[in-house]
């Protein structure tokens, strides 16, 4: 952008005029360009403004576009080129002249762009009037729909939301989408079941539906570059001035640009001054609850390894490679752990070296009291001096507890089976203290990762990733060590959380949705976002009487920050004090009232249609059922449960009465059925 800026000073400036405005032999723009996918290759003159430039490209160059009036006037061809120059010598607003040869190939210097290379420039005249926007259909990106708009000015006629920040800090890129964030497939649509509140795990009879989805991620995406092929571009750009950052969510009310193409992806080349994006960047508070008895964190902390525990011992196996990046590390986290300050804390990610004092347990629970007073927490001894029992991985899963809060009732119980799991989930059995005594069974578990896996655990190209099977059998055993461990041990309400790695919609969670337990969350609840799709890894999954008892809410601060904010790449320009991408997972926040849940708002509207109707979330209402429908009978349940509301009455009633009687209810989706003269209907409702 700076270079771009630099271009508009007077120094700049300094080039040959012609004398001779009306010379002959002039080719229209648009009959280069053509109306199919390549420009007509050959050698040309042509006439038009310059709506941009770009030193910083490769190739640099500038943009020149045909005002309407002087173009060939057939909409289905473009009216502007891209003119490769090494240093431009134009700025924006004259009017050129220009012979050169025209390329489009796979190749520099075009990357399928239509080229206008070996150029010789004259300019007519400076400080014209440039072209109109176009404004472009917001509900396409794809090739069909932009290429005869290639090289022109133009305007997204809708706000657009960012999808993607991995690429800002490398190349100056952001993805930006039309109808929010681009989701996981698997977080809405189920490979197997059609509705997706079904419970089969088996099967890709619904595939087709999830290819579906992921074409439409793709059509309503585009890339906006940052008018330079710079790798590590600096500043980088885009960044909120107080925030120092640009998050996945991010809004833009209105992009300007000209229309660019380049490695693959049609993409959105900034203009300066008034036209420049700009973004609306806003980081979320901690979440809070209502009263509750019980505040439950489950946090995968990204690799927490100290090193030896003396100092020394770096670079770690999986963690920081160094002792001033682990001290960045460990920093974030602890702002984070604090700011949550919870009673009980269940851990994935945390280095697999036993309970002594120099494990990275004993140093995480030092750093947390160290900040919030000494005795704060202590942690739960799961019987492995060194290594976790039954562990065959680097990390495990860990629980931090405050004796305040809570009190261990029994020991730690480890999943013993063998050849399941490569870190066995981890479960403690809790009786809070004063004033609701109560018991609760804590389960943390890690399941495979998506990353690999052969044979059958190979990627099926089923939404899910690779290892699915063997995430299906993880899911299996902890349903089983849950219903033979945990129960047994002394309670009847149990809460698992931890990284299951299985979106929404995925087996595994379907697995355990089949055995009765119920997905606290909903499917816009999200967790984590990988290549540009937000999703959810991290889930509190609880037995039925846990519903009504139990509210759950994500603190995204980690998956939709860039990561370079990251300790191991921000490095001394890491922000201490700041939770945000202390890791790659968000926290999950519960909230455990015994004798019912009291939400601070019961007037607040938080049921919606489901799935979310074209055009985004739709509020439900039972305003639209006509008038004759009379007196109205109204039940929610579980999607896989009994009951757990009934409501009848007139219409008008129950709908002011919804918000108030479904305020307990655990966010989710749920099953609604309605029965009133000449209706009889059954649908799904998503709780927020």
């Given amino acids: 952008m700076a270079a771009l800026l630099l271009l508009s000073s007077p120094a700049s400036r300094a080039r040959p005029r012609s004398t001779d405005p009306t010379a002959a032999g002039i080719t229209r723009i648009g009959a280069i360009q ?54 431009p010598i134009v700025a924006i607003g004259d009017k050129v002249r220009i012979t050169g040869t025209i390329v489009e190939v796979a190749e520099a210097p075009s990357f399928d762009q239509a080229v206008l290379t070996k150029p010789a420039v004259t300019v007519l005249s400076s400080g014209n009037a440039l072209p109109g926007f176009v404004l472009l259909a917001a509900t396409s990106f794809t090739g069909a729909a932009l290429e005869r708009y290639e090289g022109m000015r133009v305007q997204v006629p809708v706000p657009l939301t960012v999808s993607e920040v991995y690429s800002l800090q490398q190349r100056g890129e952001i993805m930006l989408t039309t109808g929010g964030v681009t989701y996981q497939s698997t977080q809405f649509i189920d490979p197997n079941d059609a509705p997706a509140t079904g419970t089969t795990s088996t099967g890709t009879a619904n595939v087709p539906a999830i290819l579906a989805y992921q074409a439409a991620n793709t059509e309503r995406s585009i890339l906006l570059d940052d008018g330079s092929s710079a790798s590590a571009p600096q500043p980088v750009p885009y960044l909120s001035p107080t925030l120092g950052t640009v998050r996945v969510g991010s809004k833009v009310a209105q992009l300007r640009g000209v229309l660019g193409y380049g490695f693959g992806r049609w993409r959105i080349q900034p203009l300066p001054g008034p036209d420049a994006p700009v973004f609306v960047v806003k980081r979320p508070e901690v979440p809070t609850f209502g009263r509750v008895d019980l505040k439950v964190v489950s946090f995968n902390v990204l690799n927490y390894f100290n090193g030896d525990g003396a100092g020394g011992g770096f670079p770690t196996a999986r963690g920081a490679k160094t002792a001033a990046d682990f001290a960045r590390q460990r920093n974030k986290i602890i702002v984070a752990l604090a700011r949550m300050n919870a009673d009980v804390i269940g851990l994935t990610e945390i280095e697999n070296d036993g309970t002594e004092t120099t494990s990275a347990l004993q140093d995480l629970v030092r750093g947390l009291n160290k900040t919030m007073g000494a005795g704060t927490y202590t942690f739960v001894n799961d019987g492995g001096a060194t290594q976790q029992p039954n562990n065959t991985d680097a990390i495990h899963c860990a629980i931090l507890y405050k004796p305040a809060a809570v009190r261990p009732l029994g020991p730690a119980l480890v999943a013993a089976d063998q050849g399941i799991f490569e870190r066995p989930p981890l479960a403690q059995l809790f009786i809070t203290r004063a004033p609701h005594p109560d018991t609760l069974g804590l389960v943390v578990n890690h399941l495979k990762s998506k990353g690999s896996g052969s044979g059958p655990d190979a990627d099926l190209n089923d939404g899910q990733g690779g290892s699915n099977n063997r995430r299906r059998a993880q899911a299996r055993a902890l349903v089983q060590f849950i219903n033979g461990t945990v129960k047994p041990a002394g309670t009847s309400r149990v809460v698992s959380i931890g990284d299951y790695n299985a979106n929404y919609e995925e087996d595994p969670i379907d697995i355990m949705r089949a055995a009765g337990m119920v ?12 290549k540009g799709l937000t999703g959810s890894l991290d889930h509190c999954i609880v037995t039925p009487n846990m519903v009504g008892f139990i509210d759950v809410h994500k603190w995204n601060i980690n998956s939709a920050e860039p990561i370079f904010l990251q300790y191991d790449q921000a490095g001394g320009a890491t922000d201490f004090a700041s939770p945000f991408r202390c890791s790659d997972h968000d926290p999950v926040l519960i909230g455990v009232n015994f004798a019912g849940l009291a939400p601070s708002s019961v007037s607040a509207a938080r049921l919606y249609v489901y799935p979310n109707p074209v055009g985004g979330a739709s509020l439900f209402s039972l305003s639209s059922l006509p008038a004759t429908t009379g007196p109205l009978s109204l039940e929610i349940s579980l999607p896989q449960g009994a009951p757990m509301l009934r409501l009848s009455g007139p219409v008008a009633l129950l709908q002011t009465e919804l918000n108030r009687s479904t305020a307990h209810l655990a966010p989710g989706i749920y099953l609604l059925r309605l029965k009133g003269r000449n209706l009889n209907q059954t649908q799904r409702i998503m709780k927020e």
């Fill in 519 to 530: 997905v606290v969350t909903p499917p816009t609840s999200a967790s984590y976002v990988f």
């Fill in 34 to 87: 053509g109306t199919g996918g390549a420009a007509q290759a050959g050698t040309y003159t042509v006439e038009g403004i310059v709506t941009a430039v770009y030193a910083g490209l490769n190739p640099a160059g500038f943009y020149v576009q045909e005002l309407a009036s002087a173009s060939d006037g057939n909409a289905a061809t473009s009216d502007a080129l891209f003119v490769a120059q090494l240093s």
